[in-house]
């Protein structure tokens, strides 16, 4: 290898000097840990934090061993900052700085690196590094790594000035990778709890929260009274990849992978019909603001999952294979209906009705067999307004998350040797 060929493709200003090709061994010290006997309740439930391989980055444990428990085992101490790095199972490759002291196992193994080997680079460089160990020494995910192993794998390291801003800078955006994703569980977690609440529970007349000002008890009708369906044609995948067409397509893949509660249809990149001869056949079901759309066929019980239909392409659209589009009768509040019909309340109804076992599916006549709830237009507004505006902070996160990761990834890439 050149000289030349020994520094990563973008640098902190400052630094010329060449990388070095070192045996992670000649590094740091290393070492694993082990597990008192199982069965044996003096053992545990002690003061000792007990970290296993699924728990390197984590803030807490949930086993903690006894004084006499870590004494009768190989079991090591670590404390914060030291590099943890998984060897077995599941999380084998997998590397984090601890932030807790306690007693590892024998799937763990301790890294501690000497005074001119920076912690931080070394977990970034080991997670860089993750699918090359893993495929190298795993034969395709099987099996266990081992402290030999590790310490002699060849790192590329630059001096420990580089190292440590190389460490400090991916710390940084992890915890703001952290950061974002604990906003986008707590926003799931508090969506998922408002459709429990503000929806009505089976034999009551009134949801448990309400907004101010809105007392009157919700109408139930069936769902027959409340909408009429549609037509939907049958295409594949195969005939909806062209980039322009006549028309627009909802696959029933997109409802259940692509789209939330409401299909912004500004943003959707939903695929054209290439078949020219396909639109004249289903203009009497051309789709519109305010429909409804159910996939009707899943591998497990989000069949029934539904969208509802907003800024629409200027392109005409039509609902495609394995769905069931639906049209109100009578005009819902914006956005009511894409909550209300993914929400546990109404899921409920459909589920006893639903057909097949590895392939579930829901049928037009177990729709119409359904109940549908709802309160005057304003309530509706309302409900779907605070909805749509938790969807969007959650889209929000879920996007920053992404580019944050997209990011990280490329640092990762272009940032080592």
């Given amino acids: ?8 493709e973008i640098r902190f200003a400052g630094f010329t000097d060449p990388w070095e090709q070192r045996k992670l061994g000649e590094l740091t010290e290393s070492y694993s840990g082990g597990t008192p006997a199982a069965g044996e309740s003096e053992f545990y439930g002690g003061s000792i934090p007990f970290i296993r391989s699924a728990e390197i980055a984590a803030e807490s444990t949930e086993l903690f061993l006894t ?14 900052g030291d590099v943890l790095y998984a060897l077995y199972g599941a999380t084998s490759g997998e590397v984090a700085v601890s932030r807790q002291k306690g007693a590892i196992n024998q799937a763990i193994l301790a890294i501690l690196p000497r005074d001119d080997c920076d912690a931080r680079y070394i977990t970034a460089w080991l997670r860089k590094q993750k699918g090359y160990i893993v495929t190298t020494y795993l034969q395709g995910g099987q099996g266990n790594l081992s402290g030999v192993i590790v310490k002699n794998l060849e790192v590329s390291i630059p001096s420990l000035p580089e190292q440590q801003k190389i460490g400090f800078m991916l710390s940084h955006l992890d915890s703001l990778i952290t950061l974002h994703q604990r906003k986008y569980d707590k926003l799931v977690v508090f969506k998922k709890s408002m ?20 007392t009157d008890p919700w109408e139930q009708r069936k769902f027959g009274d409340c909408f009429e ?3 939907s044609n049958t295409l594949s995948r195969a005939g909806l990849n062209g980039e322009n067409g006549t028309a627009r397509n909802v696959h029933y893949g997109d409802i259940l992978i692509k789209f939330g509660d409401c299909l912004d249809g500004e943003r959707s990149d939903l695929p054209f019909i290439t078949d020219d001869t396909v639109l004249p056949k289903y203009a009497g079901s051309i789709l519109r603001e305010g429909d409804v ?6 591998e497990d019980e989000t069949a ?10 200027k392109e005409p659209t039509i609902s495609g294979l394995h769905t069931i589009p639906a049209r109100p009768r009578f005009p819902f509040g914006t956005g009511y209906l894409g909550h209300y019909l993914n929400s546990d309340a109404y899921h409920r109804q ?8 590895k392939v579930i ?50 640092l990762l890439d272009k940032m080592f040797v």
């Fill in 195 to 214: 459709l429990e609440k503000m929806f009505p529970k089976d034999g009551e007349s009134v949801p448990e929260i309400r907004f101010a000002g809105f």
């Fill in 293 to 298: 759309i159910f996939a009707d066929t899943a």
């Fill in 229 to 231: 369906f549609l037509k």
């Fill in 350 to 357: 459909l589920l006893p009705l639903m057909q097949g076992i």
């Fill in 1 to 8: 290898m050149t000289e030349q060929a020994k520094v990563p």
């Fill in 67 to 80: 004084e006499k428990g870590y004494e009768s085992s190989s079991a090591r101490m670590v404390k914060p």
């Fill in 361 to 410: 599916s829901v049928s037009k006549a177990a729709l119409q067999d359904t109940q549908v709830r709802f309160p005057g237009l304003s309530e509706q507004s309302a409900i779907g307004a605070a909805l749509n505006e938790i969807d969007s902070l959650i889209t929000l996160h879920q996007r920053k998350l992404e580019l944050l990761q997209n990011i990280k990834k490329s």
């Fill in 304 to 313: 029934g999952k539904c969208v509802e239909l907003r800024k629409l392409p």
